[in-house]
């Protein structure tokens, strides 16, 4: 049984409480590894080191070239240890292997991306409309920054979190999930051979009233950047009000994915496929409402379960499976209940709708693609996010009705657009609430393009070069050079 210690200023350490939880391996349904309970004790142990290491420590003194530098490298030790950490998350979380190579060979470029941007942070000389003055601005780092990670993509979220705080100068107290802990744990001992001082970037491990509740009410904590669901966002956005902290917040989403009648359908059903069964539905982007223009409904729905069919599940470490298991116990649980849920609201079952009893699934968590149709958008299958292998389908007439059911949601994530007519696709990206609109295509990030949400997805956006500013603070600084000694009350 693997032991995983917490990361506090440069060294692993247990809980101050001495205690363990454990975590599991969602294929077999057992514990493999055990990850240090922390508590207030160790939050507060981190903040200080962060603080310490921002104020005083060896980070503080280093040119913004010195910390691209050493973001650079970390890209260099990630891409070295890619399969490796791969590896780690297949086993904690369940995703797929042939998913998580792909993803570790591009995590670097998020490091590359902020380590050159690091000392690329200009502020400007402003061009004042008043005599014997001279005016520019500094964009200063915030501080101690707090990065909250979910269960679903642990390295990936904490990757598009601290490269754009560390480029900005910033130190960081990582907590990553209580269900898939320990690639961070894995992670950041690249982050230390990289030759980051200690202090810089900790973690510390545990549940979210115990670990997550102290560290966003830290007093030296400046900015909160979460990832996770909208209820806890709303806990975390409250609590940082009360004491004027920066947040960022990626939430959750019911992302509408629209096909029109003329899109090319065999690439809309690969599409359709990809935004819901792909990670098992496990992504805060899946196109978990599939809109479908009236006149091809039908066709599509027999060619899209046809392919959906073919889906093959099982071990996630074999690079053939295309559908894993369930990450958590409680996801299961609850995934498992949207299906009663949504038979219970009169939606048509057409496939799946039951726990995968295949062989290959063993004892793993592991729930079968399952399609809805029928499903109208009042429909809490249609408004809640579900975070699993389950797809509602909905009918619509034209342009304005798709828009109309599109934006009729407290979410605003993600958004798919099917269509040959190019004033058709400008027109929807136009119309659509969301902070992602793809046309003819699903699921694609890059490091350099803004991802984030409208409306109760989040707030901020992370990825592309404003990412940075998300970890900035700006000052005005003001020169008298020969100014008249003015009347001083009032304002010059
Ligand atoms: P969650 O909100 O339950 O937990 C997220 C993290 O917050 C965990 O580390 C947890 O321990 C911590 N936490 C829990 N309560 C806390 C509290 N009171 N204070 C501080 N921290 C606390 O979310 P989850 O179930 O791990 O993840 C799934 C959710 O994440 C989904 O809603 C999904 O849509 C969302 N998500 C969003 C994005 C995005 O970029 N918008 C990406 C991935 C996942």
């Known amino acids: 049984m693997q032991r995983y210690q917490m990361y506090i200023d440069g060294r692993f350490s247990d809980a101050s409480s001495g205690k363990w939880f454990d975590s599991y391996n969602p294929y077999t349904g057992e514990v493999w590894g055990q990850i240090a309970e922390g508590g207030s004790v160790d939050v507060d142990r981190?903040?200080?080191?962060?603080?310490?290491?921002?104020?005083?420590?060896?980070?503080?003194?280093?040119?913004?070239?010195?910390?691209?530098?050493?973001?650079?490298?970390?890209?260099?030790?990630?891409?070295?240890?890619?399969?490796?950490?791969?590896?780690?998350?297949?086993?904690?979380?369940?995703?797929?292997?042939?998913?998580?190579?792909?993803?570790?060979?591009?995590?670097?470029q998020w490091f590359y991306y902020f380590g050159g941007l690091a000392d690329k942070v200009q502020g400007a000389v402003i061009p004042l409309d008043k005599k014997g003055y001279f005016n520019f601005t500094r964009h200063e780092a915030l501080g101690v920054v707090v990065a909250i990670t979910p269960w679903n993509s642990p390295l990936l979220l904490t990757a598009w979190k601290i490269a754009p705080a560390l480029a900005a100068g910033c130190t960081i107290v990582l907590k990553p999930s209580e269900f898939t802990s320990a690639s961070t744990l894995e992670f950041v001992k690249l982050v230390e051979e990289a030759g980051f001082p200690p202090g810089v970037v900790n973690v510390v491990t545990g549940f979210g009233k115990d670990v997550g509740t102290p560290l966003v009410e830290h007093p030296l904590v400046k900015k909160i950047t979460f990832t996770g669901s909208d209820a806890t966002g709303r806990a975390i956005n409250q609590l940082a009000a009360k004491h004027f902290k920066h947040v960022s917040l990626e939430l959750g989403g019911k992302s509408p994915n629209i096909v029109f009648a003329d899109a090319n359908l065999d690439d809309a059903v690969n599409g359709a496929v990809s935004g819901i069964f792909a990670a098992t539905g496990q992504t805060c982007i899946a196109g978990s409402r599939l809109l479908l223009q009236e006149s091809i409904h039908d066709q599509f729905i027999e060619k899209l379960t046809a392919l959906a069919k073919t889906a093959r599940m099982g071990d996630p470490m074999s690079m053939d499976t295309q559908v894993g298991p369930i990450t958590t116990r409680q996801q299961y649980d609850k995934v498992l209940s949207y299906i009663d849920i949504a038979k219970n609201e009169g939606a048509e079952l057409l496939m799946g709708g039951a726990p995968a009893t295949r062989t290959e699934c063993g004892k793993g968590w592991f729930i079968e693609p399952t399609i809805f149709s029928g499903v109208t958008n009042q429909m809490r299958i249609a408004q809640e996010e579900v975070f699993g292998p389950i797809l509602s389908v909905i009918k619509f007439k034209d342009e304005d009705e798709a828009v109309a059911i599109a934006n009729d949601s407290s979410y605003g994530l993600g958004s798919g657009v099917w269509t040959s007519d190019i004033g058709r696709a400008f027109r929807m990206s136009e119309r659509i609430q969301a902070g992602t609109v793809w046309v003819n295509t699903y699921r694609a990030v890059s490091y350099m393009s803004p991802f984030g949400g409208y409306k109760d997805s989040g707030i901020g956006r992370e990825n592309g070069a404003d990412a940075i500013r998300e970890y900035l603070q700006v000052k005005s600084v003001w020169f008298n050079t020969g100014a008249a000694t003015a009347n001083p009350f009032t304002m010059r």
Do not use: C
């Not at 490298?73 to 190579?101: C, H, Y």
């Open 46 to 108: 981190a903040v200080t080191a962060a603080h310490n290491a921002f104020a005083n420590g060896p980070w503080s003194q280093l040119t913004a070239s010195q910390r691209g530098a050493l973001l650079r490298k970390l890209g260099d030790l990630i891409t070295r240890d890619a399969r490796k950490l791969a590896e780690f998350e297949v086993r904690d979380n369940g995703k797929l292997i042939a998913e998580m190579v792909g993803q570790l060979n591009y995590l670097p």
